[in-house]
């Protein structure tokens, strides 16, 4: 029989990552434009002899770049929560790929929560003897609030314990 033994059944599991809007394919195409609107621009100051804004504006089109791809390289970043009647596991992973791995009794954890009245959820933090590990930092306050809802369902559904039918 390969049934999962009720203590190793994941009541909950989430991956959270960084929302990135622009995908590697417009970001091509929004980088040809910048380039042609630099050289457009460009261009009259190089007829006046005035070369030099020349390389002002590819330093321009450089440091464009590379703020995008460090933005595309902080994507790689994500965070993993799964909750079992025995254990809350964190997983944080850097961009550049460095693991972080927090392992947390579900009976003893709580959510501390941060909020702001005009703005919402700021700041979630998972708590436990001493030790808070902020957790769901690249959901919007509206989403970290619902993630917060469901992560707070699965820790009170593994604190019930197991249930049992008897027939």
């Known amino acids: ?12 599991s989430a991956r959270l990552t960084p929302h990135r809007s622009l995908t590697q394919s417009n970001f091509r195409l929004l980088l040809m434009i910048f380039c042609a609107a630099a050289l457009v621009t ?9 070369w030099p804004v020349m390389g002002f ?37 850097s961009p550049k790929g460095a693991r972080a791995d927090y392992h947390f009794n579900p009976l003893w954890v709580r959510l501390e929560k941060e909020e702001d009245d005009e703005f919402g959820l700021q700041k979630l933090a998972v708590v436990s003897r001493g030790a808070s590990i902020e957790v769901a930092n690249y959901l919007d306050p509206d989403r970290k609030a619902a993630f917060a809802r469901e992560l707070s369902g699965a820790l ?12």
């Open 42 to 50: 460009a261009l009259p100051f190089i007829f006046l002899g005035a």
């Open 57 to 93: 504006m590819g330093l321009d089109v450089a440091l464009f770049y590379l703020a995008f791809r460090a933005n595309f390289r902080d994507a790689h970043a994500y965070e993993d929560v799964s909750v079992t009647a025995l254990d809350l596991h964190l997983a944080k992973v």
């Open 1 to 12: 029989m390969d049934q999962i033994a009720p203590v190793d059944q994941t009541l909950f």
């Open 156 to 167: 009170a559904e593994a604190r019930r314990g197991q249930r049992y039918d008897y027939e």
